[in-house]
């Protein structure tokens, strides 16, 4: 990017390239020449205060008992002279940027660079901010001064980071991204992290072993139970069951009902006794409505009629006892269905009609359990007549 009246010369090359940075030269000097012949300059480069405050700068006389430090391009204070405790004399930042930015060819990148820098660590920001803005005229593309002046490289663009907050997008790990994407970039490596517990719950090695199945059990993050659920379906049996002890420690609210779907379709024994001593465990109502419905709706397959079972026996609801006792007059699972009747109530064995009428009569006197709608633990059942 060189500027067409460049020539060879070098005198007639630092005069012509002056004119290329003339706003900032002229601002600068405009305060460092204007000001002496306006107004009588104290020479102070730092001012202390009665309070203790320092503030560096060029000291101006704007009226008898008052001074102005000039800090910054644009930025001065004003203070009574019985405020100042000390005046050190020396050479303003401002003005040394001046005599800097003087010095430099305007076509010298590098330079400017020196100088912004020299003027953020001397305090005059605004100066250096239109130093980095030449750094961007001589090279459109330097990361540090579109960094400087508020850009962000988004898709290969450089883009105001106004506009980017304005879409709604946040700089996450050096990428601007959206809530959702930075939500989705954290689930799945937390995600990640779950599978190498579980991985490791398995593991030869008892240490590890035992050190991962206690992290495991030991977690309560929420960003967590998404994964949490997808796993339930995990190929691994142990790790389904220790999945569900995991989503134990968060409400019941986030996986009940998923988990009592993957119940109703679980296979192993060991996994569903883990399952339903949570559901069990949780004594929330909604349970013994599911059972009920699903009960009344049981499909044809087995191990989900075996499931729904299962829940009934371990989950007693008032809800789940006229259905129950609906499948008393089913040939496969009429037995099952009566004996578990039995056991909860006692008496003998009933078809449905038998059941249907005892409990009409029954219902209101069974006793709940904390006033919950859990029927209250059975005593030993007695064999007497009903």
Known sequence: ??????????????????????????????????????VPQVGADQVVLENGNRLEGRVEAVSPGKIRIVIDEGQSVVVNLDQVAERIPGVAPIDRFAQRLDRLESEDRDGHIELAHWGEEHGVRRLARQAWRQVLRLDPHHPG????????????????????????????????????????????????????????????????????????????????????????????????????????????????EPLYRAFLTEARSEVRSGWAALLRGSKEPQIGDWIARDLRSPGDD????????????????????????????????????????????????????GWRSWWEGARSQIPLDLGDGWLAPPERPSRRGG
């Open 145 to 256: 001064a579109r960094n400087r002046l508020g850009y962000a490289l988004h898709k290969n663009r450089w883009v105001k980071r106004e506009e980017l907050e304005n879409l709604g997008l946040q700089l996450f790990r050096g990428t601007w991204m959206t809530g959702d994407g930075i939500a989705l970039v954290r689930s799945e490596e937390r995600a990640a992290e779950l599978d190498a517990l579980l991985a490791d719950s398995g593991h030869d090695n008892k240490f590890v072993r035992e050190n991962a199945m206690h992290r495991l059990l030991e977690l309560r993050d929420p960003e967590l139970i998404p994964a949490l659920k997808k796993r339930l379906s995990d190929s691994d049996p142990l790790r389904r069951m220790l999945v569900g002890r995991v989503l134990g420690n968060f409400t019941f609210e986030t996986w009940g």
């Open 302 to 353: 087995p191990v989900r009629r075996r499931s729904l079972l299962i829940l009934a026996r371990m989950c007693p609801t008032r809800p789940v006892v006229p259905s129950l006792i609906e499948w008393v007059g089913d040939p496969a699972w009429g037995p099952p269905a009566n004996r578990q009747l039995v056991t909860w109530f006692g008496g003998v064995e009933r078809d449905a009609a």
């Open 1 to 38: 990017m060189r500027d067409p009246r460049l020539t060879s010369d070098p005198t007639r090359r630092k005069s012509s390239s002056r004119a290329i940075f003339p706003a900032l030269r002229l601002e600068i000097l405009g305060l460092a020449v204007g000001s002496l012949l306006v």
